[in-house]
């Protein structure tokens, strides 16, 4: 083998080795079952519907077969309780779908810090319509001591908002 395969044969290891190691740190929907929960344990936390329908969509994703929805309607609430080992120091990313231009639409996230809430994210103007995930949302939390986060939505009834592929990555 000459130097130059040799090369192309590391640099194509290495490539398949981050993209192993960017999936274990993703959390998606894929193992969990379509519709509608009232509980669902994540590698990043466990999901808890507040207000609203909240539900796994196996129609859609950005990566895989499935993602999780937010319905349309008055409001939906999705509470996130962090995992012990979920570190919150550096950026929280994701990619999101908005499925209407029509109004009303809100779409904000709370960190929970001991008894109060702080939102941390507004995207009722930077998360925009269409299809294929096209909004990688990078949310800078900063903060070790979040324990949970509050997803919040409002958009008119028989749309929602598509969410895939959270990464927390720690800072840098």
Known sequence: ???????????????SLSGILLAQNNTSFESA????????????????PEVGRTIVDDAHAKTGEQCLQLTGGEKTSAILRLA???????????????????????FRIEKRTGDEW?????GDDSVKVG????????IPLGDDSIRELRFTFTSPPGTGVLLDDFRPAPAT
């Open 33 to 48: 079952k379509p519709g509608e929960f009232n509980e669902l344990k994540t590698s990043l936390g466990t999901w808890l």
């Open 1 to 15: 083998m000459n130097r130059i395969s040799v090369s192309w044969n590391l640099i194509a290891s290495l490539f």
């Open 84 to 106: 012990d080992d979920a570190d919150t120091s550096g950026v929280l990313s994701f990619w999101a779908e908005r499925w209407t231009s029509r109004a009303p639409f809100s």
């Open 131 to 138: 299809r294929a995930f096209l909004n990688h949302v990078k």
């Open 118 to 122: 702080a939102e941390i994210f507004n």
